[in-house]
């Protein structure tokens, strides 16, 4: 099965758009972007070869809560839903290890809005 390629800049999955998909970034950086294609575009994250994007759909089904886009070329592997839960059901160390990552985000996106409040800036 070939995996979808992507170029530096293109979009992998919009904000708002419907989570049909998690996916495993196999090679290449891809950066998280709140309000992407506005004036107030946010970098929420960089994640790289080893790393899922779109995992909060996959689990919650709601629609996308930031955009991604390649930052280099970029290979993928898309994971249905169903797909990700399973994996998650049948492999506690890695459900563990994601859980990890998310906690690592969360933390981060509450330092930037602490900063934020102190600053009233980025």
């Known amino acids: 099965m070939a995996w979808p390629n992507y170029e530096p800049g293109d979009v992998i999955f919009r904000e708002g758009s419907a989570s049909d998909a998690a996916y495993l970034i196999i090679s290449g950086k891809v950066q998280i972007m709140k309000g992407y294609e506005t004036a107030n575009a946010k970098e929420i994250a960089v994640v790289g070869a080893g790393e899922y994007v779109g995992e909060m ?3 919650d089904n709601q629609p996308r809560s930031a955009s991604a886009l390649a930052l280099s070329r970029v290979v993928c592997a898309p994971v249905t839903p169903a797909e990700f839960l399973d994996m998650l059901r049948k492999n506690p160390d890695e459900a563990i290890d994601l859980l990890k990552v998310l906690f690592d985000r969360l933390r981060e996106a509450n330092r930037r809005l ?4 102190q600053t009233g800036a980025d």
């Open 57 to 59: 759909g996959a689990i």
């Open 114 to 117: 602490a900063q934020i409040d």
